[in-house]
């Protein structure tokens, strides 16, 4: 009986193992419908950038991306904000190695990458600006970030606001893709915590006539929270004072920004107010989220939350969110979306593709526009 109750053990972890095996098995990013589109959403890059070891990480990423252009018939790219992590560093401490000249100049090369092959949006997170004691707000964004360097963003763009110094810059953008599968789509975002000023110029971009049939995708960095919830409360962000104590920049208390709109507020009076906004896309706070609201016209707005900046080891000592990124492809009937959650770091590797798609239910689902 004891032999016997051992080669019944022994099938069932031969059994076991080779399911175990089968789960495991590597599917190579592809479209699920012959005719869909992609759109990648990159989360929050700023722990990428910080370090210099974990930068070619993020270049895997965008080149990734070029890579799978025609494979998954990309048509747009986002990314949710925090470009880099400091907007005002010239010192090194323990939270990075990296200047503010030498962050921007890794995350702007990373989308060089794609200059030219497709068109994206790099919104702004509250890491990208730097702010003085009364709250007003600067930031290096501009310098890099041009309606120029990409070509096929330059011919797309169709409107744009101003920055608190009165400059028109693309933190507050929009860019217009005419026949996706028969419908036409209005790409918008908004700078971090965007002003009331800018909340103004959105709502009369999405009211204007000649959007009244557009899809509009609305791209910001503060809106939802991992617990499905719009953002609440006081707005603040600080500065780094001019001090270091043992190898620690010194921050100073958060300071109120100015006429700053969270997302509640942002789904108050800009979201739900419009009757053709139908996807928000976010990051600012570590993880997953989703819901679903009515807007005025009664159509589902789906809001989305992705940040991946906690993952892969965390802020100091991690990778950076080991390369996770995800993929809304947008079936042919112009209803269905697939979202998927991958990463190309552990995709490029036999070693580690196991691990390269989130498969539960926060990182891979469905939704249905009306």
């Known amino acids: 009986m004891k032999r016997v109750y051992c080669f019944l053990t022994l099938v069932f972890l031969i059994s076991f193992f080779r399911e175990g095996i089968a789960q495991q098995t590597y599917e190579k990013p592809a479209l699920e419908r012959e005719g869909s589109w992609s759109m990648i959403m990159i989360p929050d890059l700023q722990n990428y950038v910080k370090w210099g070891r974990n930068q070619p990480i993020m270049d895997l990423m965008m080149a990734w991306i070029e890579d799978n252009l025609d494979l998954l018939n990309i048509k747009m790219v986002v990314c949710v904000g925090d470009l880099v ?54 930031s290096h964004y501009s310098e890099f970030f041009t309606s120029e360097r990409n070509y096929l963003n330059q011919k797309i763009l169709v409107q744009n606001s101003r920055n608190e110094q009165g400059k028109p810059t693309l933190e507050n953008s929009a860019y217009e893709l005419k026949g996706l599968n028969g419908q036409d789509y209005l790409f918008m975002t908004v700078e971090f915590a965007p002003r009331d000023t800018v909340v103004t110029w959105a709502k009369r971009i999405a009211d204007m006539e000649q959007y009244r049939d557009h899809r509009i995708v609305l791209v910001t960095h503060n809106y939802l929270n991992a ?5 609440a409360g006081e707005i603040n962000w600080l500065f780094w004072e001019p001090y270091a104590i043992d190898n620690m920049i010194q921050k100073s208390p958060k300071i109120k920004l ?27 706070i570590s993880g997953e989220g989703y819901r679903s609201d009515e807007n005025v016209a009664g159509k589902a707005v789906h809001q989305m939350l992705f940040d991946a900046q906690s993952m892969g080891g965390g802020h100091r000592h991690g990778n950076g ?39 539960d239910e926060r990182n891979e689902y469905v939704i249905l526009f009306d």
């Open 258 to 284: 100015q006429h700053a709109n969270n997302g509640k507020q942002l789904w108050e009076k800009l979201v739900q107010p419009a009757s053709n906004i139908e996807l928000v896309l976010c990051g600012h």
């Open 227 to 231: 617990k499905d919830e719009h953002t």
């Open 85 to 138: 992590e400091n907007d005002e560093k010239i010192t090194n401490d323990y939270d990075g190695n990296q200047t503010t000249q030498q962050q921007w100049e890794a995350v702007s090369h990373a989308f060089s990458r794609l200059d030219g092959k497709v068109p994206y949006i790099a919104a702004t997170g509250n890491h990208d600006y730097s702010i003085d004691r009364q709250g007003n707000r600067t």
């Open 321 to 359: 969110g080991d390369g996770w990124l995800r993929i809304l492809e947008f079936f042919p009937d112009n209803k269905t979306v697939k979202v998927k959650t991958f990463s190309p770091l552990f995709g490029a590797s036999p070693t580690s593709q196991q691990f390269a798609w989130k498969r």
